[in-house]
């Protein structure tokens, strides 16, 4: 009677993955058919979860991902799918109220969001690369829900997952030999899987295989300055967003190689294969402090897979000729300064101390140049600007190299889009066009929104963002400097805050 009880239930179960209802989404991929759900506000399609990837566990961690393979019937694509290992909170959090995602190793998942699945149209394809640097985050956080922009652009929008930390980024080269030689930058060749499988498979969803953006905020934005400069990635897509993340280097190899030895010494093993064999949550807890993982990981320049710097000292062949947008926030640090206890309140002499510790000899100067940029501005937001200079003068400096060999448009979003004025990530509620949804949005949100993700969108179809709805918005060059300020009254403004840019010119930049 048992066996009989397990069979029914089997039955049942395989029932619901291969029977579908009238009403439900059915998309053919090349590995399977999927289930989606369709939305009613706004009316798009989404499939959640989807595998572009299979397990990265056990033997095949730190090494370069293997497509998902194919499964017969229709599986379900209605629900998120699990986050790659990390340490914190807010990479579980979804659009479904009260869902939690589970950390795994079998986390290479994207999600799409499309207006239409019938037809012949060939929709531009924006690939959202997540942020929280590379030790943290997922596609499928509230701030990336891609329905509106979806629906508002007429565009598919792909989220995704993809290794993080010591998981995607432990340089195992001097330790495991060739067959690790790339493994220092797995969770990039994630990435790059996940634009193949877009490649492959987007026609399905309604999209165009040969008009793929790629975009992302923060560390979002270093996935999209380091996929630029990898060869391999050439061609997977057309023109790239970079968002408060602007970076011209990757790790160096010695750096890398040291830190893997310092992980390696902490948690015993000599081998990669006994490493290999370290429990998820242990090996996350070696290089986990204060929900940050230490060492700090990311790409490597390891000379194969990413062979030079992607920006620095010029842009990579790779990077030439494609189109990129680029641009910081006014105010980024803020949001870091929120448990300051000095926060609004910070007088000239604390200002002075505050940035003496880490500017040093250059403080004075430093203060100087803000003042002259911002005569308004309190000592609180002096130093609040200041200590944004990574992300200022690091737009600055690769839309200076990269505007040598291809179209760049470069922006400033300079709207104060909370009491945090506007601070780093602010922006993203308005590319997706979601910051009008949220009842606390500021008066001047819906021009701000309107002028912002009409341009993504654009840039996204043609490679130039102008739209009705912006004034003139040329691109980039090192003698202009033209830049287009996105407030209540977006314009364009050349070199903006030129003090600020000339005072760090020779310097290494800091928080």
């Known amino acids: 009677m048992r066996t009989w009880r397990w069979l029914a239930m089997f039955a049942s179960a395989w029932l619901c993955f291969t029977t ?35 397990s990265t566990a056990g ?50 998942v994207l999600n799409v969001w499309t207006p239409a699945l019938a037809g012949n149209a060939k929709r531009p394809v924006m690939v959202w690369l997540h942020g929280r640097g590379f030790y943290a985050g997922a596609g499928s956080e509230p701030l990336y829900d891609g329905a509106r922009l979806a629906k508002r652009g007429d565009v598919v929008v792909v989220t995704i997952n993809h ?30 899987l996940a634009l193949e499988w877009v490649r492959d498979n987007i026609a399905a969803f309604g999209g165009d295989s040969g008009n793929v953006t790629i975009f992302g905020e923060s560390g979002g934005g270093v996935k999209v300055s380091t996929l ?22 990757g790790m160096a190899a010695d750096m890398a190689t040291r830190n893997a030895q310092t992980v390696m010494q902490k948690l015993g093993v000599k081998t ?28 490597v320049v390891d000379g194969s897979y990413l062979p030079a710097n992607m920006f620095d000292p010029e842009a990579a062949a790779s990077a030439r000729g494609i189109p990129v947008m680029v641009g910081s926030n006014k105010d980024e640090y803020s949001i870091y300064a929120r448990e300051h206890p000095l926060f609004g309140k910070m007088t000239e002499a604390q200002l002075r101390e505050d940035l003496q510790r880490d500017y040093g000899v250059n403080t004075d100067a430093l203060i100087a140049a803000y003042k002259q940029s911002r005569p308004q501005a309190s000592p609180w937001d002096l130093m609040v600007a200041i200590r944004s200079n990574r992300f200022h003068i690091g737009t600055v400096r690769l839309a200076d190299v990269a505007s040598k060999v291809s179209p760049v448009y470069v922006y400033s979003f300079d709207f104060e889009a909370s009491p945090l004025k506007a601070a780093h990530g602010s922006e993203i509620a308005f590319v997706f066009s979601n910051a009008t949804a949220s009842p606390t949005a500021r008066p001047g949100a819906k021009a701000v929104e ?49 003090p600020e840019r000339k005072v760090w010119e020779g310097k290494e930049l800091v928080r």
């Open 228 to 249: 630029l400069g990898v060869p391999s990635a050439k061609g997977l897509f057309q023109r790239g967003i970079i968002q408060s993340g602007a970076r011209g280097r």
């Open 59 to 108: 033997a095949a961690r730190f090494k370069a991902p293997k497509r998902v393979a194919k499964w017969e019937g229709v599986k379900d694509a209605v629900k998120f799918g699990s986050i790659c290992p990390q340490a914190g909170d807010p990479g579980r959090r979804t659009t479904t109220p009260g869902e939690l995602l589970s950390p795994s190793e079998d986390c290479l």
């Open 20 to 54: 579908a209802h009238a009403d439900e989404p059915i998309v053919a991929t090349k590995e399977g058919r999927l289930r989606g759900a369709q939305l009613q506000d706004p009316a798009v399609y989404v499939f959640k979860g989807v595998h572009y990837g299979q």
């Open 163 to 192: 290794r993080l930390n010591v998981f995607g980024y432990l340089h195992l080269a001097e330790a495991g030999g060739q067959e690790f030689a790339t493994s220092g930058n797995a969770g990039v060749q994630d990435m790059q």
């Open 272 to 299: 990669v294969a006994e490493l290999q064999a370290v429990p998820m949550d242990e090996l996350l807890a070696a290089v986990t402090t204060t929900g940050r993982t230490i060492p700090d990981f990311g790409p």
């Open 450 to 498: 309107d002028a912002m993700s009409e341009a993504w969108i654009a840039f996204a179809r043609t490679g130039n963002p102008n739209h009705a709805g912006l004034p003139n918005w040329p691109t980039y060059d090192a003698q202009s400097r033209a830049t287009m300020v996105f407030d209540t009254q977006s314009k364009v403004v050349n070199d903006p805050r030129a």
